[in-house]
Protein backbone atom coordinates (compact mmCIF):
# COMPACT_ATOMS: atom_id res chain seq x y z
CA UNK A 1 0.00 0.00 0.00
CA UNK A 2 2.19 2.57 -1.63
CA UNK A 3 2.40 6.24 0.50
CA UNK A 4 2.14 9.39 -1.08
CA UNK A 5 4.81 9.61 -3.71
CA UNK A 6 6.63 12.77 -4.68
CA UNK A 7 9.26 12.84 -7.62
CA UNK A 8 12.06 14.08 -8.10
CA UNK A 9 13.05 14.28 -4.39
CA UNK A 10 15.85 16.67 -5.52
CA UNK A 11 15.93 19.48 -8.28
CA UNK A 12 18.36 21.73 -8.73
CA UNK A 13 17.18 24.64 -11.22
CA UNK A 14 18.77 28.11 -12.40
CA UNK A 15 17.29 31.44 -11.54
CA UNK A 16 14.75 31.98 -14.33
CA UNK A 17 14.01 28.29 -14.91
CA UNK A 18 10.81 26.52 -14.33
CA UNK A 19 10.42 24.18 -11.64
CA UNK A 20 7.54 20.90 -11.14
CA UNK A 21 7.15 19.12 -8.94
CA UNK A 22 4.52 15.84 -8.64
CA UNK A 23 2.91 14.71 -5.81
CA UNK A 24 0.68 11.05 -6.53
CA UNK A 25 -1.53 10.76 -3.41
CA UNK A 26 -2.18 7.35 -0.90
CA UNK A 27 -4.61 5.42 -3.39
CA UNK A 28 -8.45 6.76 -2.54
CA UNK A 29 -7.36 10.20 -1.37
CA UNK A 30 -8.80 12.63 -2.81
CA UNK A 31 -7.56 15.83 -0.92
CA UNK A 32 -4.30 17.48 -2.14
CA UNK A 33 -2.06 19.51 0.44
CA UNK A 34 1.25 21.86 -0.97
CA UNK A 35 3.46 22.64 2.10
CA UNK A 36 7.06 24.65 2.33
CA UNK A 37 9.48 24.25 4.52
CA UNK A 38 12.77 26.74 4.32
CA UNK A 39 16.07 25.72 6.33
CA UNK A 40 15.36 25.76 10.02
CA UNK A 41 11.56 26.47 9.77
CA UNK A 42 8.42 24.79 10.24
CA UNK A 43 6.29 23.93 7.30
CA UNK A 44 4.34 26.18 6.01
CA UNK A 45 0.86 26.18 4.11
CA UNK A 46 0.26 26.68 0.60
CA UNK A 47 -2.40 25.20 -1.11
CA UNK A 48 -5.67 22.65 -0.85
CA UNK A 49 -6.91 21.13 -4.07
CA UNK A 50 -9.61 18.13 -4.68
CA UNK A 51 -9.87 16.46 -8.28
CA UNK A 52 -10.20 19.31 -10.91
CA UNK A 53 -10.53 22.16 -8.11
CA UNK A 54 -8.47 24.83 -6.13
CA UNK A 55 -9.80 24.69 -2.47
CA UNK A 56 -7.39 26.98 -0.41
CA UNK A 57 -5.06 28.72 -2.06
CA UNK A 58 -4.37 31.24 1.12
CA UNK A 59 -0.58 30.40 1.20
CA UNK A 60 0.41 30.69 -1.98
CA UNK A 61 2.50 33.91 -3.68
CA UNK A 62 0.80 35.71 -5.77
CA UNK A 63 3.01 35.77 -8.69
CA UNK A 64 4.88 32.42 -10.28
CA UNK A 65 3.20 29.87 -8.34
CA UNK A 66 0.72 27.33 -9.74
CA UNK A 67 -0.73 24.10 -8.72
CA UNK A 68 -3.13 21.82 -9.85
CA UNK A 69 -4.90 17.99 -9.47
CA UNK A 70 -6.41 17.42 -13.14
CA UNK A 71 -9.12 14.02 -12.95
CA UNK A 72 -6.31 12.12 -14.35
CA UNK A 73 -2.56 12.13 -12.61
CA UNK A 74 -0.56 13.48 -9.91
CA UNK A 75 -1.19 16.83 -8.54
CA UNK A 76 1.89 19.16 -9.84
CA UNK A 77 3.10 22.66 -8.04
CA UNK A 78 4.96 24.70 -10.90
CA UNK A 79 7.11 27.58 -10.09
CA UNK A 80 7.80 29.64 -12.69
CA UNK A 81 11.26 31.50 -13.15
CA UNK A 82 12.90 31.09 -9.71
CA UNK A 83 14.80 32.87 -7.30
CA UNK A 84 16.87 31.72 -4.98
CA UNK A 85 14.50 32.52 -2.32
CA UNK A 86 12.55 29.45 -3.51
CA UNK A 87 15.01 26.93 -1.95
CA UNK A 88 13.94 25.00 0.20
CA UNK A 89 12.20 21.83 0.63
CA UNK A 90 8.39 20.84 -0.37
CA UNK A 91 5.84 18.34 0.89
CA UNK A 92 3.11 17.37 -0.55
CA UNK A 93 0.12 15.64 1.94
CA UNK A 94 -3.17 13.62 1.22
CA UNK A 95 -5.94 12.51 2.61
CA UNK A 96 -9.03 10.55 2.00
CA UNK A 97 -11.98 11.69 1.17
CA UNK A 98 -15.09 12.96 3.71
CA UNK A 99 -14.57 15.66 6.31
CA UNK A 100 -11.17 17.69 5.82
CA UNK A 101 -11.47 19.24 8.59
CA UNK A 102 -10.83 15.81 10.66
CA UNK A 103 -8.84 13.76 8.12
CA UNK A 104 -5.39 13.51 9.18
CA UNK A 105 -2.95 14.49 6.13
CA UNK A 106 -0.20 11.85 5.14
CA UNK A 107 2.92 13.26 4.12
CA UNK A 108 5.35 12.70 1.37
CA UNK A 109 8.99 12.35 1.41
CA UNK A 110 9.26 15.68 -0.31
CA UNK A 111 10.82 17.49 -2.83
CA UNK A 112 14.01 19.59 -2.57
CA UNK A 113 15.08 22.13 -4.61
CA UNK A 114 18.12 24.18 -4.86
CA UNK A 115 18.01 27.36 -6.80
CA UNK A 116 21.35 28.35 -8.22
CA UNK B 1 -0.01 32.00 12.43
CA UNK B 2 0.32 28.90 14.63
CA UNK B 3 -1.89 28.97 17.70
CA UNK B 4 0.52 26.73 19.83
CA UNK B 5 3.83 27.83 21.90
CA UNK B 6 5.83 24.89 22.83
CA UNK B 7 9.81 24.26 24.08
CA UNK B 8 12.52 24.85 21.42
CA UNK B 9 14.21 21.99 22.96
CA UNK B 10 13.68 18.93 25.15
CA UNK B 11 16.20 15.68 26.23
CA UNK B 12 15.47 12.20 27.39
CA UNK B 13 17.00 9.54 28.31
CA UNK B 14 16.65 6.18 26.29
CA UNK B 15 13.80 4.27 27.90
CA UNK B 16 12.11 7.15 30.08
CA UNK B 17 9.20 9.01 29.11
CA UNK B 18 9.26 11.41 27.37
CA UNK B 19 6.20 14.70 28.04
CA UNK B 20 6.15 17.02 25.49
CA UNK B 21 4.12 20.07 26.53
CA UNK B 22 2.07 22.74 24.62
CA UNK B 23 0.43 25.66 25.03
CA UNK B 24 -3.22 27.03 23.15
CA UNK B 25 -4.86 29.39 25.08
CA UNK B 26 -7.22 30.64 22.38
CA UNK B 27 -7.91 27.45 20.85
CA UNK B 28 -12.15 27.05 19.74
CA UNK B 29 -14.28 24.51 21.37
CA UNK B 30 -14.78 22.87 17.83
CA UNK B 31 -10.65 22.64 17.33
CA UNK B 32 -8.97 19.57 17.36
CA UNK B 33 -5.10 19.33 18.87
CA UNK B 34 -3.33 17.37 16.30
CA UNK B 35 0.82 15.79 17.14
CA UNK B 36 3.26 15.23 14.07
CA UNK B 37 6.67 15.18 14.20
CA UNK B 38 9.31 15.30 11.77
CA UNK B 39 12.50 13.36 12.15
CA UNK B 40 15.60 15.01 10.09
CA UNK B 41 14.23 16.32 6.97
CA UNK B 42 11.64 13.49 6.71
CA UNK B 43 7.77 13.76 5.72
CA UNK B 44 6.21 15.03 9.55
CA UNK B 45 4.35 11.57 10.51
CA UNK B 46 0.93 12.03 12.08
CA UNK B 47 1.20 10.84 15.49
CA UNK B 48 -2.27 11.50 17.30
CA UNK B 49 -4.99 14.09 17.82
CA UNK B 50 -7.84 14.60 20.29
CA UNK B 51 -10.38 17.02 21.22
CA UNK B 52 -11.05 17.01 25.12
CA UNK B 53 -10.44 13.68 26.74
CA UNK B 54 -7.05 12.15 26.67
CA UNK B 55 -6.18 9.72 23.72
CA UNK B 56 -3.81 6.80 23.70
CA UNK B 57 -2.51 5.26 20.22
CA UNK B 58 -0.01 2.37 20.06
CA UNK B 59 2.73 5.72 19.26
CA UNK B 60 1.66 8.16 22.20
CA UNK B 61 -0.65 9.20 24.34
CA UNK B 62 -2.22 12.92 24.42
CA UNK B 63 -3.30 14.93 27.46
CA UNK B 64 -5.47 17.63 26.95
CA UNK B 65 -6.27 20.26 30.28
CA UNK B 66 -9.73 20.51 30.73
CA UNK B 67 -9.78 24.03 29.94
CA UNK B 68 -8.23 22.89 26.98
CA UNK B 69 -5.99 25.86 27.09
CA UNK B 70 -2.74 23.04 27.04
CA UNK B 71 -2.02 19.42 26.32
CA UNK B 72 1.01 16.98 26.71
CA UNK B 73 2.16 14.02 24.57
CA UNK B 74 3.63 11.42 26.53
CA UNK B 75 5.68 8.87 24.44
CA UNK B 76 5.50 6.28 27.31
CA UNK B 77 9.35 4.85 26.53
CA UNK B 78 11.49 6.80 24.30
CA UNK B 79 14.12 5.69 21.97
CA UNK B 80 16.74 6.84 20.01
CA UNK B 81 14.44 6.54 16.61
CA UNK B 82 12.05 9.48 18.66
CA UNK B 83 14.58 11.77 17.86
CA UNK B 84 12.47 14.47 16.06
CA UNK B 85 10.77 17.71 15.85
CA UNK B 86 7.55 17.65 17.61
CA UNK B 87 5.07 19.77 16.27
CA UNK B 88 1.40 20.66 18.26
CA UNK B 89 -0.80 22.08 15.79
CA UNK B 90 -4.13 23.31 16.33
CA UNK B 91 -6.64 22.33 13.16
CA UNK B 92 -8.40 24.62 11.40
CA UNK B 93 -10.04 23.93 8.24
CA UNK B 94 -8.33 22.56 5.28
CA UNK B 95 -4.82 22.70 6.31
CA UNK B 96 -2.49 22.17 9.33
CA UNK B 97 -0.21 25.38 10.61
CA UNK B 98 3.07 24.35 11.91
CA UNK B 99 4.78 26.62 14.74
CA UNK B 100 8.03 25.73 15.48
CA UNK B 101 8.30 22.73 17.38
CA UNK B 102 9.79 21.00 20.02
CA UNK B 103 13.01 19.39 19.10
CA UNK B 104 13.58 16.02 21.43
CA UNK B 105 16.66 14.89 21.34
CA UNK B 106 16.56 10.94 23.14
CA UNK B 107 20.47 10.40 25.05
CA UNK B 108 21.86 6.86 25.31
Known amino acids: NAGVMQNPRHLVRRRGQEARLRCSPM?????VYWYRQLPEEGLKFMVYLQKENIIDESGMPKERFSAEFPKEGPSILRIQQVVRGDSAAYFC??????????????FGPGTRLTVL | DAKTTQPPSMDCAEGRAANLPCNHSTISGNEYVYWYRQIHSQGPQYIIH???NNETNEMASLIITEDRKSSTLILPHATLRDTAVYYC?????????FGTGTRLQVFP
Open chain 1, 93 to 106: ASSPPGLADFNEQF
Open chain 2, 89 to 97: IVRVPDKLI
Open chain 2, 50 to 52: GLK
Open chain 1, 27 to 31: KGHSH
